[in-house]
């Protein structure tokens, strides 16, 4: 059996262990539909997938230790009960909770989460499907409003990344 000293100093260690995972980075997004129609919002690798009706939002927080992921839009969709269906843009592989990207045309908001520095931005390299806004809470605002997008990448290397402080919030809006 432990001696009281050893519990206790065992003790010490899971809470200041405890304390600084809580402490880690990790972020909030927040993805609202301005759109006129309903879109069926998707994250990958955490959140999945939802519908949203016009003016609704979806919050998802992303855990710290998730290194990057992507957000998109998806339309035309028709999903039965157990989530199973189609989208005619943004489809992952017929389901309502997407653990795969999406097909192609999507507009994407791609992030990284760093240490002290996140990154984020928006890509059309894959298509356009919805106007989307894109924003972390230290940062500028990306905004894409149809297929010439300037601030969205339109091919592989273009230069078009944005940096701000690590354990931003985002906010993601269709139809800006």
């Known amino acids: 059996m432990a001696s009281p000293a050893t519990s206790s100093a065992i003790l010490v260690v899971v809470l200041v262990a405890t304390l600084a995972a809580g402490g880690a ?15 069926w919002p998707a994250a990958t690798p955490v959140g999945g997938g939802t519908q949203l009706s016009p003016g609704q939002t979806w919050t998802i927080n992303v855990p710290a230790g998730t290194s990057s992921g992507r957000v998109w839009g998806r339309t035309g969709c028709s999903f039965d009960g157990s989530g199973r ?22 507009t994407l908001a791609e992030f990284t989460i760093g240490g002290s520095q996140d990154f984020y931005d928006l890509s059309v390299i894959d298509g356009f499907n919805v106007g989307m806004s894109f924003s972390c809470s230290t940062g500028v605002t990306l905004t894409c409003r149809d297929s010439s997008c300037p601030d969205a990448y339109h091919f592989p290397n273009d230069r078009k990344t944005n940096a701000c402080s690590g354990n931003s919030n985002y906010q993601v809006v269709f139809c800006p």
């Open 25 to 39: 980075n990790a972020a909030t997004f927040t993805i609202t539909n301005r759109c006129s129609f309903t879109v």
């Open 85 to 106: 269906g189609s989208c005619a843009t943004g489809d992952c592989g017929g389901a309502l909770s997407c653990s795969l990207s999406g097909q192609p045309p999507l």
